[in-house]
């Protein structure tokens, strides 16, 4: 299950995912940032909530940091430790931005 909140406003996008990022939800997400994407130049993702993140939720958010490169900034804020030993394992922490 993975909840989602998302707030836009002049050209930033703040979203805010908890529970699970997995092969179930993955395309809900991916179908929320296709949608909140255009015209937005900032991007904030917060984890705050976030549990756990399998290589379909690492895909989806790798599309949208393709997608951010070209028009802006993402970042990824309150990323809790189980979600960053994902990233680190994966390399995907040097590849995002995460404060």
């Not at 930033?12 to 015209?39: F, N, Q, Y």
């Not at 917060?46 to 070209?70: P, W």
Request: glycine share 10%; proline share 1%; hydrophobic share 40%.
């Amino acid at each position: 299950m993975l909840n989602i909140t998302k707030q836009i406003e002049n050209g930033k996008a703040a979203i805010g995912l908890s529970g699970r990022l997995d092969t179930v939800t993955a395309p809900e997400l991916e179908a929320e940032l296709k949608a909140a994407l255009e015209g937005v130049s900032e991007l904030t993702l917060d984890f705050e909530g976030l549990e756990y993140v399998s290589s379909a939720g690492l895909r989806v958010l790798l599309g949208a940091q393709k997608t951010m490169n070209k028009q802006g900034e993402m970042k990824l804020t309150h990323v809790n430790e189980t979600v960053m030993e994902i990233f680190e394992i994966t390399g995907f922490s040097s590849i995002l931005s995460i404060e």
